[in-house]
């Protein structure tokens, strides 16, 4: 006889005779089932069905995360940054400037502007208007006619004293001092020294001059024209 038949004995009653437990067991006959039951057989989980996969492991959100940003920092592309130095600045951008009393007497580089640098929105530059020589009128010293234009405009000033001129009131300004101009507004700059350079810092909410229409006061055809190149 095997060994399985023998055990499969041992737990099941011989049917061919009534049986020994009630068909509802009292406590006392469930301990007497179970004690028929050898020692030495363990209850093994059976393997799953087939075609069933065993359950994932815990998701972890916080790995997931960490490489999908790992990822997209690899991969995303990165605007670059320009950059001028003093010496670019002084050495290699172009110099600009008016002459004439319609227009005004200075000088202006221009850093940003789309047309001529990998910039967009911002269109920037630096301004110098001269001295004019003691006994001059105003007009013929350092300065920019009156004019306006639909963008707003902000200047710094870095170095020297001078009056902006903005719908016909005049605020005082030196080195150090910021200057708001809402779009369309008349304004005009000019140099109240006799010895040192108004120089100060402009700026425009566009991608290049050629954006920036100009509209001077004292000459009607003067609109788009703030440079020879692109003003």
């Keep these: 006889m095997h060994q399985s038949e023998a055990i499969r004995q041992q737990i099941l009653p011989d049917r061919s005779t009534p049986s020994a437990i009630p068909s509802h067991p009292t406590n006392k006959h469930k ?3 179970q004690a028929r039951i050898p ?6 989980p059976s393997p799953l069905p087939a075609g069933h996969l065993a359950p994932p492991k815990p998701f972890n959100m916080g790995n997931f995360i960490s490489s999908t940003r790992r990822s997209s920092t690899s991969k995303s592309n990165h605007p670059e940054a320009v950059v001028f130095s003093q010496q670019d600045i002084s050495d290699t951008l172009q110099r600009e400037g008016y002459n004439d009393r319609d227009h005004g007497r200075l000088t202006w580089k221009t850093y940003f502007s789309s047309d001529r640098t990998s910039t967009s929105a911002l269109t920037a530059g630096i301004a110098t208007c001269p001295p004019r020589r003691e006994g001059q009128p105003t007009t013929f010293g350092g300065h920019l006619a009156p004019h306006r234009h639909a963008h ?7 170095r020297g004293t001078g009056i902006v001129n903005v719908e016909m009131i005049e605020h005082r300004v030196e080195a150090g001092s910021v200057v708001f101009i809402p779009g369309n507004a008349e304004h005009s700059v000019r140099n109240e020294s006799l010895t040192e350079d108004l120089v100060f810092h402009f700026c425009f909410a566009a991608d290049s001059f050629k954006d920036v229409k ?5 000459d009607s055809g003067a609109m788009g024209r703030m440079s020879t190149s692109n003003r």
């Design 214 to 218: 100009y509209r001077f006061t004292n």
């Design 152 to 158: 707003p405009e902000i200047y710094f000033v870095i």
């Design 39 to 44: 020692r030495s057989i363990h209850l093994i």
């Design 31 to 33: 301990r007497k089932l």
